[in-house]
C-alpha cells in the first residue's frame, strides 16, 4: 500500500461527456501527476502539479485539466470524451516537484467511453 | 522527442534463473531514471531509482544499471521467483523538447513470467 488512493475505481461514460476522476495524495507529499495507461502499453504522462500550480504537462489536448487542493489533493477532468480516452488513469505523489524523486501511485481509475 | 524502448516485451523462465532486462532512451540528458513493477489491472510500485549522477542502485535481488552516454539502463533479477512474474516498466525524467517542461516517458514494459 502507498497511500495513494484513487476514485473511483471503475466508471463509464459515453462520448462527448465530461469526467473528474481524484486523487489523495500520500501524506508528506506535495506534488502529484497524473497518467493515462491503454491497454498493453506504458504509462503516458499528463501532468504534474505542484502546491496548486501545473508545473509539467506531456502532449495532451487541453480538454485534460487538473486541479491540485491545498491539502494536495488532485482531481483530472476531462471534456468531451472520445473512445480514445478509455484507459487507466493513475496518479502519483513525490515529495519533488522536479519528477527527480521517487514516485508513489496509486491503483487507478479505469475508465471505459462507449 | 524522448523515446523509452524495452526488450523484449515478454519473457517467460524457470524458477531460480537470473535474467536481465532491457530499457534505452533516444535522449541522455535525463535527470533520473525508475523501474517499477506492474501486476495485473494495478497500479506500479517502485523498485529503484537512479539519478543522472548514479552508475547502479541495488535493492535486495535487484540491481539496475545506468549508462547515461549509451541510453542504456538494464534491470538484473537474481534467483528469479514465481513471485517476481509482473510487467516490468522502466521510466525516465527528461525536458520534452516540444514543451520545454519536465516529464516522465514510460516504456511499453517486459512481461515477465516466472515458470515454478
Known amino acids: 500500500e502507498t497511500g495513494v488512493t484513487q476514485s473511483p475505481t471503475h466508471l463509464i461514460k459515453t462520448r462527448g461527456q465530461q469526467v473528474t476522476l481524484r486523487c489523495s495524495s500520500q501524506?508528506?507529499?506535495?506534488?502529484v501527476s497524473w497518467y493515462q495507461q491503454a491497454l498493453g502499453q506504458g504509462p503516458q504522462f499528463i501532468f504534474q502539479?505542484?502546491?496548486?500550480?501545473?508545473?509539467g504537462r506531456g502532449n495532451f489536448p487541453p480538454r485534460f485539466s487538473g486541479l491540485q487542493f491545498p491539502n494536495y489533493s488532485s482531481e483530472l477532468n476531462v471534456n468531451a470524451l472520445e473512445l480514445d480516452d478509455s484507459a487507466l488513469y493513475l496518479c502519483?505523489?513525490?515529495?519533488?516537484?522536479?519528477?527527480?524523486?521517487?514516485?508513489?501511485f496509486g491503483e487507478g481509475s479505469r475508465l471505459t467511453v462507449l | 522527442k524522448q523515446e523509452v524502448t524495452q526488450i523484449p516485451a515478454a519473457l517467460s523462465v524457470p524458477e531460480g534463473e537470473n535474467l536481465v532486462l532491457n530499457c534505452s532512451f533516444t535522449?541522455?540528458?535525463?535527470?533520473?531514471l525508475q523501474w517499477f513493477r506492474q501486476d495485473p489491472g494495478k497500479g506500479l510500485t517502485s523498485l529503484l531509482l537512479?539519478?543522472?549522477?548514479?552508475r547502479e542502485q541495488t535493492s535486495g535481488r535487484l540491481n539496475a544499471s545506468l549508462d547515461k552516454s549509451s541510453g542504456r539502463s538494464t534491470l538484473y533479477i537474481a534467483a528469479s521467483q514465481p513471485g517476481d512474474s509482473a510487467t516490468y516498466l522502466c521510466a525516465v525524467s527528461s525536458i520534452l523538447m516540444d514543451t520545454g517542461r519536465r516529464a516522465l516517458t514510460f516504456g511499453s514494459g517486459t512481461r515477465l513470467q516466472v515458470q515454478p
Open positions: 537512479i539519478q543522472s549522477s548514479q
Open positions: 502519483a505523489s513525490s515529495r519533488d516537484r522536479g519528477l527527480a524523486g521517487e514516485l508513489f
Open positions: 502539479y505542484y502546491r496548486e500550480e501545473e508545473n
Open positions: 501524506s508528506g507529499h506535495n506534488t
Open positions: 535522449d541522455s540528458a535525463i535527470y533520473n
